[in-house]
Structures are given as C-alpha cells and as structure tokens.
Nanobody, 114 residues
Framework: QVQLEESGGGLVQAGGSLRLSCAAS??????MGWYRQAPGKEREFVAR????????YYAESVRGRFTISRDNNKNTVYLQMNSLKPEDTAIYYC?????????WGQGTQVTVSS
C-alpha cells in the first residue's frame, strides 16, 4: 500500500520562500513530481525528478525559482520554492510515478500574499 506524507505548505508574503516535502513508501517509484491546482483552474505540472540519475523537469512558470530534489535514503522529495508570487497560490500535490501508474498525495496549501 502506497503511503504519502506531504508537509511544508503555509502562508508567505510575495518574495518569500517555502519548502514542501513528500515522503513516500510502499512501492518503488521511477520518478516523483509536484503538481498544483489553483481555485477555478485545472491541475498543472510544476516539477519532476527521476528517482535515479540527475534529470529534473520544470514548468516554465517556475523555472529558476523552484528546485526539486530528493533524498533516496528517506524516500522523500522536496520542492524548494523561492521568490514566490501570488500566482503561485494553489494546493500542491505530490505525484510519485511507478511505471504507468500515478499516485497522488492529499495536497498541501500554499498561499502567497501580495
């Protein structure tokens, strides 16, 4: 059984930083990602990191401001978010992938005030 534990969301002023964490267990994953969903909008891709190697992928809207990383020993992925903007306000979801199957965390709220 896959278990995901997300943490790190909160309220921050524009220009501030937050770090999200997602601890995963119960399966071997090929990659871990983050998506977000703002009110009234569809869920969108934010970033992904392969579980082995150094490949990372980012949405253009966060490239240069967000950094995804992992700790293999802890089976945990992180999303360091710097220079936050009000438009980054959303629920952020952890998305580990195993083969063709996606798993989703419960989501953590990030609110950026102007």
């Amino acid at each position: 059984q896959v278990q995901l534990e997300e943490s790190g969301g909160g309220l921050v002023q524009a220009g501030g930083s937050l770090r999200l964490s997602c601890a995963a267990s119960g399966r071997t994953f090929s990659s871990m990602g983050w998506y977000r969903q703002a009110p009234g909008k569809e869920r969108e891709f934010v970033a992904r990191i392969m579980w082995s190697g150094d490949n990372t992928y980012y949405a253009e809207s966060v490239r240069g401001r967000f950094t995804i990383s992992r700790d293999n020993n802890k089976n945990t992925v992180y999303l360091q978010m710097n220079s936050l903007k009000p438009e980054d306000t959303a629920i952020y979801y952890c998305n580990p992938r195993s083969g063709a199957r996606d798993y989703w965390g419960q989501g953590t709220q990030v609110t950026v005030s102007s």
